[in-house]
């Protein structure tokens, strides 16, 4: 099993629409979690941190489930900027050093 | 005012040759990292360092050898390039290696093209 998993879609939805992405790590010892956003061509930026009581930012939602390890982006009312790749990415503490891992990431396509 | 800047990048080259990818963060951070992204998009760390010493070093073919002159810079040399070696790679940094709560801050990627 993977680290880190995602779907990779494409997920392609009209402009408007709601959408989520979830995704799921292993190791239960997983302390931090982020959302990461990835335009074509660009560097990952930081889209959100995700806190155990889930956290909103405009129309983004970022949930935690702990008990079943997984993490969920939910993005409301899509705009044609939200095209990207939506990166989960979970640390862990290992040795006293900070282990980064990305998932495959989420692609997607907002249509007109 | 760039956070996290790499030199080059656009970087073509050829099979054999050695070539070196610079980097520098003026966020004052401890920690910088190392990452390929290759054709399928996955982004894998290879290095990482805190206050110049090595912390991670995941397998990562030995052509590859990182060196950090100061905190603020993380350079990579790539010996006896292979077609396999095209990628983007990736510079971050993020502010203390202890802390797992804080996020990294990416540089503009080298895109590496070996022929």
């Known amino acids: 099993r993977k680290e880190v998993e995602q779907d990779p879609g494409p997920f392609n939805v009209p402009e408007g629409a709601t959408v989520a992405f979830n995704c799921t790590y292993s190791?239960?010892?997983?302390?931090?979690f982020f959302w990461y956003r990835q335009d074509c061509r660009k560097e990952p930026k930081l889209l959100m941190s995700v806190y155990s009581s889930g956290n909103e930012d405009g129309r983004f939602t970022a949930q935690l489930n702990r008990a079943s390890q997984y993490i969920s982006l939910l993005i409301r009312d899509s705009k044609l900027s939200d095209s990207a790749t939506y990166l989960c990415?979970?640390?862990?503490?290992?040795?006293?050093?900070?282990?980064?891992?990305f998932g495959i990431g989420t692609k997607l396509q907002v249509i007109p | 005012d760039t956070a996290v800047s790499q030199t080059p990048k656009y970087l073509v080259t050829q099979m054999g040759n050695d070539k070196s990818i610079k980097c520098e963060q003026n966020l004052g951070h401890d920690t910088m990292y190392w990452y390929k992204q290759d054709s399928k998009k996955f982004l894998k760390i290879m290095f990482s360092?805190?206050?110049?010493?090595?912390?991670i070093n995941e397998t990562v073919p030995n052509r590859f050898s990182p060196k950090s002159p100061d905190k603020a810079h993380l350079n990579l040399h790539i010996n006896s390039l292979e077609l396999g070696d095209s990628a983007v790679y990736f510079c971050?940094?993020?502010?203390?290696?202890?802390?797992?709560?804080?996020?990294?801050?990416f540089g503009p990627g080298t895109r590496l093209t070996v022929t």
């Open positions: 190791n239960s010892a997983s302390q931090s």
């Open positions: 990415v979970v640390n862990s503490n290992s040795g006293g050093y900070q282990k980064v891992t």
């Open positions: 971050a940094s993020s502010q203390d290696r202890s802390k797992s709560s804080y996020e990294q801050y």
């Open positions: 360092y805190n206050n110049k010493e090595l912390i």
